[in-house]
């Protein structure tokens, strides 16, 4: 990826029983585009005994996206949602005002041997959609734009608009996420496709550009979305994502977000005091935590 402004190396962070690798936010960016939050899970291995289960926690003023490589996760939430979401598909759940949701291995996988890999990503909404009535979509993988091109390379365009096609997962701002794999060294030029920012996160194998060779687990962020060029090494896999990034700063604390703190003290003392709506059949609550806090 040409004149790379930042190298952010994958940081380790909890999750529920197992770590998981913090991409974004970086003390040094923030965002890019709308993005404002992205965990890569796994790959972790789990045991007859070992489950996924993070409890009913809420959100405000972001779209969440889902995206599994490996397993399985049972998605439920407060508008009724219930769905398992398996490798190539994709959970688009839109906080605005305010969502609960739990996410558990499913029932037909709780006593086996199982695997779970995947990102987990926050989209933050635009101001005019930051209160907006809470939603679900669920797009299955052969809903998702792919295709070939450069002689092999592999691309699927998860969300957003690029290459002249369109992901149907409901964005609500210009953005894109594309994920790009190679069994071969290829160079790949998609820089006239993109727009505002972008940044590229090396999941397995390498890529080379002005010289320069950058392994899995490192997230590159770009100068100028023009000038997106670069050698992709044999079995590699990556993800480019961006867009138009907002006027307006956004500010970050637990699980919510906004651009204006006000709606986040509000949230914190609405979930406190037990005001979001529940999960129905849900019973456990993840306490309000003091940690993840960022902006401002």
């Keep these: 990826m040409s004149n790379t402004q930042l190298i952010i190396e994958e940081r380790a962070a909890s999750i529920g029983n197992f770590l998981v690798g913090r991409l974004l936010p970086f003390r040094q960016k923030r965002m890019v585009g709308p993005f404002i939050f992205i965990d890569h899970m796994g790959p972790v291995k789990l ?3 070992d489950n996924l289960d993070i409890a009913m926690h809420p959100h405000i003023g972001i779209s969440t996206l889902t995206f599994l490589f490996e397993g399985a996760i049972v998605h439920r939430d407060s508008i009724g949602t219930e769905i398992e979401i398996t490798p190539g598909a994709v959970n688009w759940m839109t906080a605005g ?5 739990t996410e558990r291995t499913p029932e037909h996988l709780r006593n086996t041997s199982k695997e779970l890999h995947g990102l987990q990503i926050w989209v933050a909404l635009p101001i ?3 209160q907006c009535e809470p939603s679900f979509a669920h797009i299955s993988v052969d809903e998702i734009p792919s295709w070939e091109e450069v002689d092999g390379v592999q691309f699927k365009l998860i969300a957003g608009k690029a290459f002249g096609k369109q992901s149907p997962v409901p964005v609500y701002s210009p953005l894109f996420f594309i994920e790009i794999k190679s069994n071969e060294k290829k160079v ?3 820089g006239e496709h993109l727009f505002g920012e972008s940044a590229l996160y090396i999941l397995e194998g390498s890529i080379t550009s002005d010289g320069h060779t950058y392994e899995a687990k490192q997230l590159l962020v770009a100068k100028d979305t023009t000038l997106c060029s670069f050698e992709i090494s044999a079995n590699s896999t990556v993800y480019i994502f961006g ?3 907002f006027k ?5 604390e637990w699980n ?3 651009s204006d703190k006000k709606l986040i003290v509000k949230a914190k003392e609405d979930w406190k005091n037990d005001k979001f709506p529940p999960v129905p059949n849900e019973t456990e609550r993840i306490p309000l935590l003091k940690q993840r806090r960022f902006g401002g």
């Design 47 to 49: 045991s007859e005994k």
């Design 97 to 101: 005002k305010g969502i609960v949701h």
């Design 128 to 130: 005019e959609k930051e």
């Design 188 to 190: 790949v030029t998609i």
């Design 243 to 245: 867009g138009e990034p």
């Design 248 to 252: 307006e700063e956004r500010f970050i």
């Design 256 to 258: 919510f977000v906004a």
